[in-house]
């Protein structure tokens, strides 16, 4: 059977609709924790059930020779060194995304999570170098650095069930300098021997990556050369190439494709339609490739791959510890362990929410999180959570029973932070109703999307006027998926304090009868039938031929000859195209597309996801109101 919640998060559209930057994200993240808990859980099975088979398998030596050059490492390092910049390459492609059309593209809202991420890892080091200043553990300082931010997000899910997304954007906004920071502590302070002329080779490989990329070269054989020239440049300079990952993953720009460039690939597809030679194939799909950008691109090829297969792969392979009561009881006494504890669960909370407190208070309000104070401590409780980009740097600077050590303190201080996020999160849903939106949602504007607000004098509106919510649809009478929204629409109309507005975006390369369609709407209302000429088209969206369309204007008792004068002579082309403006300068490319009190709704539009959506903006409208 067709899942009919699936279908309603379909859009007609010229490309594969651009998911929210960090939604998009968080899906992929939240769905494979459960994949990286798993390998852990079988990691520490596997080595307390096998632990000499387990070693003796990840140490297995695997090598790659060309002529006299052999590569060769043992299967753990492959993992950690190999497979693992892919995983980087991601946080990268993350990173330039959310500056490109994320919420830093407002660049005053990156200062407060650089600031809180910065403070969340400089106190953790604190805290784990007082408890191992002058000790064996202290060159291990960096243990304690970086959040795992998939980890978080899907514990998260679990133990902050209906904690609304703006809090799961903020965690990730305010860590996305996590795993920047960290890779260059990696290159920087563990990488030991370093060979100059190795690294020299790799920066020359990666200043041609940059180079192609500023001169949109679409080469991906060029890019996968250098890459790799760049990976093991750094591998034989003695730098950790996970580096070479997140540097190329930097240079991937983001952005959403124009209409011009949209309606170019749908002619260069009609061609192929027309004449289907190899050669139109091959223009349609560079056409159809060309209109999204690189960063989609390589985030929708790898980060399915890193989340469910390398990360957890990774874990697989270091997670493994021995465990008995003589090795606990050893390890928490040990300043390693502790250190590494006390400065995940108690310096990221502190630090997160001290920092974000003094530069809220001493900025006036300039910056402030996005989020409210609950919210902002659940996150940095949440944050205590250090495995991934940690276990990477512990493999690097400890061994043996120290290596142990600094594994049993991580993977403590998941379950700490776990249960610590569960009673933040749980003191907050026994707010009342105001009370909890503020402490989640605080006080701070949103990012509106929608480029021209409402006018009452212009647009088409349902609902009183006074709402404190206005959903805004972009829709096309011939698109199915609009006809799959119009009764989750009318559903929603059902609420007293929503008011929706129509406004016309005809795709007419694809919808041939849309333009049209659109037209006869704004000619019906000319004689005051907007809305039931709308209903009319979304009715019987198969049926818009000009014949059907003078029999709908019948139907509703209307002048004819008027309308059908209307619409020949174009009159109200101009107004269809002002809508067509506001959406294009919206970033809308496909139908249809809500904005919630001119905030984009992303993801599907049933009526329970919309209706939660409406209910946050709400909140906030009341708390700003």
Request: aromatic share 8%.
């Amino acid at each position: 059977m067709t899942d009919f919640a699936g279908l309603l998060s379909g859009r007609t559209s010229w490309r594969r609709e651009f998911a929210a930057p960090v939604r998009a994200f968080l899906r992929t993240e939240a769905g494979s924790s459960g994949v990286l808990a798993g390998a852990i859980l079988v990691a520490l099975l596997w080595a307390n059930l096998a632990p000499g088979t387990y070693e003796d398998f990840w140490r297995t030596e695997l090598s790659i020779g060309l002529g006299r050059e052999v590569l060769a490492m043992d299967l753990r390092e492959w993992v950690n060194s190999g497979l693992m910049t892919l995983f980087f390459l991601v946080v990268g492609l993350e990173a330039r995304r959310e500056f490109d059309l994320g919420d830093l593209r407002d660049r005053s809202r990156f200062v407060l999570p650089l600031a809180a991420g910065i403070g969340g890892m400089i106190l953790p080091v604190l805290i784990y170098l007082a408890f191992n200043a002058g000790g064996e553990g202290a060159h291990g300082w960096g243990v304690a650095m970086s959040t795992d931010t998939a980890l978080a997000l899907g514990l998260l899910a679990l133990v902050g069930r209906g904690v609304p997304d703006r809090v799961r954007v903020f965690l990730l906004t305010v860590f996305v300098v996590d795993d920047l920071i960290a890779l260059l502590v990696i290159a920087v302070v563990y990488s030991e021997n370093i060979e100059l002329m190795p690294l020299a080779m790799a920066i020359v490989a990666f200043g041609a990556v940059v180079v192609l990329a500023v001169l949109r070269v679409r080469k991906a054989w060029a890019y996968v050369v250098l890459g790799v020239v760049t990976w093991a440049s750094l591998l034989t300079s003695g730098v950790d190439p996970v580096v070479a990952g997140l540097a190329i993953g930097l240079t991937a720009s983001a952005y959403s494709p124009g209409r011009e460039e949209l309606e170019q690939a749908t002619g260069l597809f009609r061609l192929f339609r027309e004449q289907p030679t190899p050669e139109l194939a091959r223009s349609a799909t560079v056409g159809l490739t060309a209109t999204i950008s690189p960063n989609e691109r390589l985030q929708y090829l790898y980060h399915p791959w890193t989340s469910y297969l390398i990360v957890p792969l990774f874990g697989l392979a270091n997670a493994g510890i021995t465990i008995d009561l003589d090795f606990l009881g050893r390890a928490y006494t040990s300043p390693i362990t502790l250190g590494i504890l006390v400065g995940y669960v108690v310096g990221k909370p502190v630090a997160v929410s001290v920092v974000s407190w003094l530069l809220t208070r001493f900025s006036g309000g300039r910056y402030r999180p996005q989020v409210g104070w609950a919210a902002v401590v659940g996150s940095g409780t949440i944050a205590g959570i250090g495995f991934t980009v940690s276990l990477l740097i512990a493999t690097i600077a400890f061994e043996g029973p120290a290596l142990a050590e600094a594994k049993l303190g991580l993977l403590s201080a998941v379950l700490v932070a776990s249960g610590l996020t569960w009673l933040v999160f749980r003191a907050a849903k026994l707010l009342s109703p105001p009370k909890k939106a503020l402490a989640l949602l605080g006080d701070a504007e949103q990012l509106v999307d929608l480029a021209d607000p409402v006018d009452p004098e212009r647009d088409h509106i349902r609902g009183p006027e006074t709402a404190s919510v206005t959903l805004v649809e972009y829709g096309d009478f011939e698109c199915p998926y609009c006809g799959m929204a119009e009764p989750v629409v009318r559903d929603l109309l059902q609420d007293d304090d929503l008011r929706y507005v129509w406004r016309h975006l005809p795709l007419s390369d694809v919808h041939p009868r849309a333009q049209i369609a659109a037209e006869v709407s704004e000619a019906a209302a000319a004689q005051g039938a907007f809305w039931e000429m709308h209903d009319l088209l979304l009715a019987n969206q198969e049926n818009l031929q000009p014949k059907d369309l003078l029999g709908y204007a019948e139907a509703l008792g209307l002048d004819q000859q008027k309308l059908h004068d209307d619409v020949k002579r174009h009159v109200a082309a101009a107004r269809v195209a002002q809508d067509v403006e506001s959406a294009d300068l919206s970033g809308v490319s496909g139908t249809p597309t809500f904005f919630v009190n001119g905030q984009r709704h992303y993801g599907a539009y049933d009526v329970e996801t919309l209706k939660a959506a409406i209910k946050v903006a709400r909140a906030r409208a009341k708390m700003q109101g």
